[in-house]
């Protein structure tokens, strides 16, 4: 679904993601549950981040005859993944994509400021010409994925696109004002950000949540 209110943004209203989410949600379940939930609905998001992927036609043979097929056309996709909550959507999006090729950015947020410092950055030597998904559960300032972003484009990919579970309508302001031409992909857009840079009513510390440091 495509709402004019959050321009470039899709939510993936599919009803077993929007159930996967809420379940989630809830602050009782366990950490093996959220990694497994978190990894079903990346699986699914990526369904819908890939809807665009250019095709090409080869001869093959089938048992009875020969036909023209498609395929896909180009070089593998780069998925890469925001730490570390970042890890979390990986699993799933491989097992929709096995042959996609995987970078890792590291980002903390300074508590203060709530700006996006970098401390790790190791991707495919060239993404040139490759579609590229960025990868981050939770679009909350939108500071993280919006300089994850502005570091890839310097490598010129062919095309970018930003996943996320949840998002805020103040990440997603953020994210498009800098970004307005890298679409994004989200199962859901909660109500607001609160005053510590958390998603609200959302799932609290993806992280935490999903390695159990909490
Ligand atoms: N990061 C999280 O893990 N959760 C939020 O709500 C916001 C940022």
């Known amino acids: 679904m495509t709402t004019p209110q959050f321009p470039n943004t899709t939510i993936v209203d599919h009803p077993l993601v929007q159930h996967k989410l809420t379940l989630m949600r809830q602050k009782d379940t366990s950490t093996a549950s959220f990694r497994a939930l978190l990894s079903e609905i990346a699986m699914l998001l990526a369904y819908e981040a890939t809807r ?58 300074d508590p203060r400021t709530l700006a996006a410092v970098e401390y790790f950055y190791k991707v495919p030597g060239s993404l040139a010409d490759r579609d590229v998904i960025v990868c981050d559960p939770m679009l909350a300032t939108g500071n993280s994925a919006v300089a994850a972003v502005e570091r890839i484009k310097q490598s010129k990919p062919g095309s970018l696109k930003l996943v996320c579970l949840l998002a805020c309508p103040e990440g997603l302001k953020n994210f498009h004002e800098a970004h307005p031409d890298v679409p994004v992909v989200t199962a859901a857009v909660d109500e607001r950000l609160n005053d510590h840079g958390y998603i609200v009513p959302g799932l609290g510390d993806a992280g935490d949540r999903l390695f159990g440091t909490k």
């Open 52 to 109: 665009d992927m250019k095709l090409a036609t080869e001869e093959i043979e089938t048992p009875l005859t020969k036909m023209q097929a498609p395929v896909l056309e180009g070089k593998k996709v780069v998925l890469i993944a925001i730490l570390r909550a970042g890890l979390g959507i990986l699993d799933g999006m491989l097992q929709l994509i096995p042959s996609a090729r995987v970078g890792h950015i590291g980002l903390y947020r």
